[in-house]
C-alpha cells in the first residue's frame, strides 16, 4: 500500500518556504515562490503577514485560510503528495531553535 501524505503542521520558513509536518515523522522544506510568481489565486501570498499569519492546515494539507474562519472551502491549499514528492527531507526546525 502506498503511502498517503497527510500533514499534520505546518509552519513558515525563510522567503516563501514552508516546513510541513507529515504523519509519517518527516518535516519536508517546500519553497512555493514558483506559486506565488504566477499569481493567481497564490498572488494573496506575496503579504508576507498573510503569508505568515495566515498559514494552517487544512484537509490534510498546507494551506492558508483566506476568511480568517476556518472555513476549509475558502482556503489556499497545496496539493499534499506534491509537497511531500517534491518537499526536501529537513531536521525539524523547532527542535533546532531550542
Known amino acids: ?8 503542521q505546518a509552519i513558515p520558513g525563510d522567503g516563501n518556504s514552508v516546513y510541513a509536518y ?4 518527516t518535516v519536508r522544506k517546500y519553497d512555493v515562490s514558483h506559486l506565488v510568481e504566477m499569481g493567481g489565486v ?3 501570498l506575496r503579504d508576507k503577514d ?5 498559514l ?3 484537509n490534510g494539507a498546507v494551506a492558508w485560510d483566506v476568511t480568517g474562519d476556518r472555513d476549509a472551502t475558502q482556503c489556499i491549499d497545496l496539493d499534499p503528495m506534491t509537497t ?9 526546525p523547532l527542535e533546532e531553535a531550542s
Open 1 to 8: 500500500m502506498q503511502y498517503i501524505p497527510k500533514v499534520i
Open 22 to 25: 507529515f504523519s509519517d515523522g
Open 42 to 44: 497564490f498572488a494573496q
Open 50 to 54: 498573510f503569508f505568515r499569519g495566515r
Open 56 to 58: 494552517t492546515v487544512m
Open 84 to 92: 511531500y514528492e517534491k518537499g526536501v527531507v529537513v531536521p525539524d
